[in-house]
Every structure is written in structure tokens, then in C-alpha cells.
């Protein structure tokens, strides 16, 4: 793993002492720990409603908090400093590290998000006494073929679990193929479905709106949880749609996924006005780590180079693309611009979430572009973009409808809190 460190020391070494088991001092006053596990920004951003529900379900217990990378950890210190007793970096998953960290947090109950299987984890707090969950579980079909290589050594580990609630039926299914037993595999629906806006969302959502004048005059395309090299193909399309002058001018928000590109994607937007396939050349920039300034507000392709700030932009949107989705990644979640009734545009590479989309899909509250190839990507993206933005219409119809699939979709967390009380207290 060494060249893995020296060439990622921010993702990897954040918090070293940390997942080597090395902890702040933790005083144990009698109560039990319930440890809640995500591994990034997304599922610590998904786990805010399951934090409170778990409080108030389990008054009598205390829940502590534990990502893997830095942003999601930057995130949860954010979110739940006043709810979790303790948040801090899951340990490497060897034996040292992972029985120091046990023994440290004692934890009575461990909650794994979306299927967060580390084998010496589950193992030493199986024997450890620690009830396990998967909860929020979700398995892609890439997934599941990757497993299904180790398929002896996962069903032991499986074995050591005492509970798989799943996100839907074919994640169940995938699971208790991979040896999960199926009595103790449950089937919850997605909880970020059950994802609303928070008193601090709205206080960013205000200021980015502000700083950027943001007022719905320029309609808004937001191009989220973008991965190489989405945010080019979205930039030429805009570039193509803003060459024809519409009237009013279009705006775009990009916002990597990833905090270690955004410097790079800083760069290719500047430039790519040089670029001979660039049709608008005099777009203006602003990044969102930089002072504000003056000429913020008329900014035309602005740069949300920031974490956890991603969901307090929706509201201001008019036009979301969820990136991930043009290439074979599998696509990021369109629930959170779903919540805020927005439109929404994906690509044809939405696997990680493959049954919430086949939903959207099935009740016309999503465009999804097919096409795999660069140039034809770009086509269908200007095309997608332009025709929302002629059309308020169709654009407020298909808020509506997603909106209206939350709705009806809520739930899960209810669900899980249920299971849990009944499987563990």
C-alpha cells in the first residue's frame, strides 16, 4: 500500500494515528455505544435522519460517529458535532488496529451504511460481543460480481452479521447469494429517501445565493458529483447552448465529487475557452473558495470547489446533471435534487442505484441520456439542457414528479429503527 501513500497522502493519511487505533480518551459511563459507520460525504450526508431517530429511539444509549475518508469526516464533525459523543477515523482493517479500537469504544451495536464489509472488523467484534447491522445495504450488480469471486471467504464473514436491512429486493437477493441468511436479511427501501432540507442548509443556500446573485432570472444548470472527464463534455455542451445566445443567458455550477480535482477542473475550464471546440469563449469564472468579489454575481460558469455544500445548492437549481452516470463509475445519487423538486438529467451508467432510477424512470420523472460516445454525449447534453431550458413546463413537471417520489418512498429509517429495536434491545 505504500505507493497508494505516498501518491494520496491527504485521502489516506488524514487521521494515520487514528486507523491505527490510536484514539482521544473516551470515558464510559455505563451506557451503551452504538458505532455508526459511513464511508464518505454521501452516507454521512444519507445517515442525518437515521442520527436523530437512533437518539430518540435509544435514549439510553450513546452513538458514536466513524468515516473512512476525510471529506466525510470533515462533514460529520460539521453535522453531528452536537449529537455523536465521538467521531473519528474507522481503523485500518488489521488485527492490531481494529481490537484497539474496539476496546477503546466497546461498541454494544455496530451499524455498517450501505454495506461496509471489512472481514477483520465484523470478525473481532463478532467475538467481541458486538451485534453487527448492515443497514442502508445496497449491492450493484459490479458489485456483487466482485464478491461472488471471494464467495467462500464473504459467507463467513456474512456469518458474523446479525442483521441486512437492503434498499431493495435485488440487493437482498444479491446478498443472501453471497451467504447472508436470509432470515436475518430484511428489505427497508433507501433512506435517503427520508433526506429534508436542515436549518444550516438553508443559512448556505442563502449566502451562496447572495454572493452569486442567484435570484431566478439566469436559469441554473448544476452539473453535481461530476467525475473526469464529465465536467469537460458538460462545459462543452453549455458553451454550445450559451453560443446561441439565449435569452436569458444560462449559468453553470460544477461541482466535482472529488476535493482532490478541484484544482484541475479549475484549470480546464480556463482553459477550455481555447480549446477549438469551445463555441462561447467569453464565459467569466468564480470559484467558491475564493474571496467573494464584486464580480461574483454575474459569473457565468462558477466552480463549487467546497464540501458538504453541495445539497444547499439544489434549491437555487433549475437544471441538475448527476455526474458519475456518463461513464462506467455507476452514477450518484438523484435523491437530494429529487427532495428540492428539481429536474434531473443522468447518463446511461446509473448502476449504483439502478432500482431508485428504474423508479424515476418508470414514472417519467427523469431524462436519461443513453449514448456512450464522447461527441453524442455532448449532443444529447446541449440538447437535454436546451430543451429544459425552453420549456419551464416540462421542467417543473418532472420537479413535481420526483418530488412526489420521495414522498410516497419515505420511510426506511422508521423501518430500520424498528428492526433494530426489535433485533437488539
Known amino acids: 500500500m505504500l505507493p497508494l501513500f505516498l501518491l494520496r497522502r491527504e485521502k489516506y493519511t488524514a487521521g494515520f494515528r487514528q486507523r491505527l487505533g490510536n484514539y482521544p480518551k473516551f470515558e464510559h459511563d455505563g451506557r451503551a455505544v452504538v458505532w455508526l459507520h459511513c464511508v464518505s460525504v454521501g452516507e454521512t450526508n444519507a445517515a442525518r435522519p437515521l442520527v436523530d431517530s437512533l437518539l430518540y429511539s435509544f435514549p439510553d444509549h450513546r452513538v458514536i460517529f466513524s468515516t473512512t475518508t476525510k471529506t466525510g469526516q470533515d462533514l460529520a464533525k460539521k453535522i453531528f458535532a452536537d449529537r455523536a459523543e465521538a467521531i473519528f477515523y474507522f481503523p485500518f482493517d488489521w488485527k492490531f488496529s481494529v481490537r484497539r479500537a474496539l476496546a477503546h469504544y466497546n461498541p454494544s451495536v455496530v451499524l455498517l451504511m450501505e454495506t461496509e464489509i471489512w472481514p477483520r472488523f465484523v470478525r473481532e467484534a463478532a467475538k467481541g460481543g458486538s451485534k453487527i447491522a448492515i443497514i442502508n445495504g445496497r449491492l450493484s450488480p459490479k458489485s456483487f460480481g466482485r464478491y461472488s469471486k471471494v464467495r467462500r471467504f464473504l459467507s463467513r464473514i456474512l456469518g458474523d452479521i446479525d442483521l441486512a436491512l437492503m434498499q431493495g429486493e435485488s440487493d437482498a437477493g444479491r446478498i443472501v447469494s453471497l451467504g ?11 433512506i435517503k429517501f427520508d433526506l429534508e432540507a436542515a436549518a444550516a442548509d438553508a443559512d448556505v443556500t442563502e449566502y451562496l445565493a447572495g454572493r452569486f446573485k442567484i435570484d431566478g432570472r439566469r436559469p441554473l444548470i448544476i452539473a453535481a458529483s461530476t467525475h473526469e472527464p464529465e465536467e469537460e463534455w458538460v ?13 436569458p443567458l444560462p449559468r ?3 461541482a466535482p465529487r472529488h476535493p482532490e480535482r478541484f484544482d484541475s477542473v479549475a484549470k480546464m475550464i480556463s482553459k477550455f475557452r481555447s480549446d477549438p471546440r469551445c463555441e462561447w469563449t467569453r464565459y467569466s469564472i468564480a470559484r467558491r473558495s475564493d474571496e467573494a468579489q464584486v464580480q461574483d454575481v454575474d459569473a457565468d460558469i462558477i466552480l463549487l470547489d467546497s464540501i ?15 455526474g458519475g452516470s456518463l461513464i462506467p463509475h455507476g452514477g450518484q445519487s438523484v435523491l437530494e435534487p429529487a427532495a428540492a423538486e428539481k429536474a434531473i438529467i443522468t447518463g446511461p451508467y446509473v448502476h449504483n442505484f439502478e432500482e431508485v432510477v428504474r423508479i424515476f424512470q418508470t414514472r417519467g420523472a427523469i431524462i436519461s441520456i443513453r449514448d456512450t460516445e464522447r461527441a453524442k454525449i455532448v449532443d444529447a447534453l446541449f440538447l437535454a439542457f436546451a430543451d429544459l431550458i425552453e420549456n419551464v413546463e416540462q421542467r417543473r413537471d418532472l420537479g413535481r414528479m420526483a418530488r412526489a417520489i420521495m414522498s410516497e418512498n419515505r420511510g426506511a429509517t422508521e423501518k430500520t429503527v424498528e428492526l433494530l429495536k426489535q433485533e437488539f434491545s
Open 252 to 254: 453553470l455550477l460544477i
Open 235 to 247: 462545459l462543452d455542451a453549455y458553451c454550445s447552448l450559451a453560443a446561441g445566445e439565449p435569452s
Open 308 to 322: 458538504g455544500e453541495l445539497r444547499s445548492v439544489y434549491p437555487l437549481a433549475d437544471i441538475v446533471f448527476v
Open 180 to 190: 447472508m441468511t436470509a432470515a436475518k436479511t430484511r428489505v427497508t427501501g433507501n
